[in-house]
């Protein structure tokens, strides 16, 4: 009681009665070592509808046979309730000791959904049926778990803003195998999934190598200058390469890229993006950087407080979005 109520220690005061947060009224289950365990302590449970309308007709049946001395309906009355009590422990039981592991969250862009992966095991030699995890307001993932094995769950989330994502307070329930009881158990998990900034429009013109924050040097390469296919023009492009033919398909303008032409290093600047909003200026940023892998371009990024080489390939990729999303 103490713990739903905010009780004034000053005695010439009023005492204060307001009723703490509903969330704090029940145990949640916490993660130690990265994995949290549903224990006894940590589940409730109450009659579904249909649970209040089978008591309701137990306590009908049981009047009756008092009333008329029906020995049948003492019988049909105490079996009925004796299978709802052993329905009410096996609807705990499903849920009982159940062990989460949290996995790591791929990361996504400011806006899509992030998706949590858990892995819900076993380790009491039991299957579980029809469990229930979700976040608060949010679509359930519904799994069976085998027994002495485990299930993945996938909760999503949708993402705001950029930099880190905690997951929020997860509810695992069921109700196997007849309905009459809910079960339920809150958990939280260490689990957290990066969100990248939302790329700006796709309007932005990626820099060319000449132009201010992205100067770079030529590195040329081996090759017989074949023909190898078409890129995207760019600002500052000469107009000979560009393949006037294939641009009037309405496709945009294409440049002739050349197999041993030398290519440029890219340095994608904070400083040379425009706007007095940081937000904005991110996004700019990190439509070049998607626009830059998209072409299989070599390129750096600078930022007010980093400076990252001039690399290309996944790797590199990643690092320059999750600078971007945790600047």
């Given at each position: 009681?103490?713990?739903?109520?905010n009780?004034?220690?000053?005695s010439?005061?009023?005492?204060?009665?307001?009723?703490?947060?509903?969330?704090?009224?029940?145990?949640t289950?916490?993660?130690?070592?990265?994995?949290?365990?549903?224990?006894?302590?940590h589940?409730y449970?109450?009659?579904?509808?249909?649970?209040w309308?089978?008591?309701?007709?137990?306590?009908?049946?049981?009047?009756?046979?008092?009333?008329y001395?029906?020995s049948?309906?003492?019988?049909?009355?105490f079996?009925?309730?004796g299978?709802?009590?052993i329905?009410?422990?096996?609807t705990?039981?499903?849920?009982a000791n159940?062990?989460?592991e949290a996995?790591?969250?791929t990361?996504?862009?400011?806006?899509?959904?992030?998706?949590?992966?858990?892995?819900?095991?076993?380790?009491?030699?039991r299957?579980?049926?029809?469990?229930f995890?979700?976040?608060?307001?949010?679509?359930?993932d519904?799994?069976?778990?085998?027994?002495?094995?485990?299930?993945k769950?996938?909760l999503?989330?949708s993402?705001?803003k950029?930099?880190?994502?905690?997951?929020?307070?997860?509810?695992?329930?069921?109700e196997?195998?007849?309905?009459?009881?809910?079960v339920?158990?809150?958990?939280?998990?260490?689990?957290q999934?990066?969100?990248y900034?939302?790329?700006s429009?796709?309007?932005?013109?990626?820099?060319?190598?000449?132009?201010?924050?992205?100067t770079?040097?030529?590195?040329?390469?081996?090759?017989?200058?074949d023909?190898a296919g078409?890129?995207n023009?760019?600002?500052g492009?000469?107009?000979?390469?560009v393949?006037?033919?294939?641009s009037?398909r309405?496709?945009?303008?294409?440049v002739?890229?050349?197999?041993?032409?030398?290519?440029?290093?890219?340095?994608?600047?904070?400083?040379?993006?425009?706007?007095?909003?940081?937000?904005?200026?991110?996004?700019?940023?990190t439509r070049?950087?998607?626009?830059?892998?998209a072409?299989?371009?070599?390129?750096g990024?600078?930022?007010?407080?980093?400076?990252?080489?001039?690399s290309?390939?996944?790797?590199?990729?990643?690092?320059c979005?999750?600078?971007?999303?945790?600047?």
């Amino acid at each position: 009681m103490a713990k739903g109520l905010n009780l004034s220690s000053n005695s010439s005061l009023k005492p204060d009665f307001r009723l703490s947060s509903p969330k704090t009224w029940f145990r949640t289950a916490i993660a130690i070592d990265s994995t949290t365990t549903l224990s006894r302590r940590h589940i409730y449970i109450l009659p579904t509808r249909f649970g209040w309308l089978f008591g309701v007709l137990l306590i009908g049946l049981l009047t009756g046979s008092i009333n008329y001395s029906i020995s049948l309906g003492f019988a049909i009355t105490f079996l009925l309730a004796g299978l709802g009590l052993i329905t009410m422990l096996y609807t705990w039981r499903n849920l009982a000791n159940l062990k989460i592991e949290a996995k790591r969250a791929t990361p996504v862009f400011a806006g899509e959904q992030a998706i949590f992966e858990l892995n819900v095991i076993d380790e009491s030699n039991r299957a579980r049926y029809s469990i229930f995890a979700m976040f608060a307001d949010q679509e359930p993932d519904i799994q069976d778990v085998p027994a002495l094995g485990e299930s993945k769950f996938r909760l999503s989330l949708s993402s705001q803003k950029r930099g880190w994502l905690k997951a929020p307070r997860i509810t695992f329930s069921t109700e196997f195998p007849v309905s009459l009881f809910h079960v339920w158990a809150y958990a939280e998990t260490e689990n957290q999934c990066l969100i990248y900034p939302n790329p700006s429009l796709r309007s932005q013109i990626l820099p060319s190598a000449d132009s201010d924050g992205a100067t770079g040097q030529l590195l040329t390469t081996q090759g017989d200058d074949d023909f190898a296919g078409h890129r995207n023009y760019q600002f500052g492009d000469s107009p000979k390469r560009v393949d006037w033919k294939a641009s009037s398909r309405e496709q945009g303008l294409l440049v002739k890229q050349f197999q041993g032409e030398a290519s440029s290093t890219l340095w994608l600047d904070f400083n040379a993006t425009t706007g007095n909003n940081i937000e904005l200026r991110i996004s700019q940023l990190t439509r070049w950087v998607v626009d830059a892998d998209a072409q299989h371009l070599k390129y750096g990024l600078r930022l007010p407080q980093l400076s990252i080489q001039p690399s290309s390939g996944d790797t590199h990729y990643h690092q320059c979005l999750t600078a971007l999303a945790l600047m």
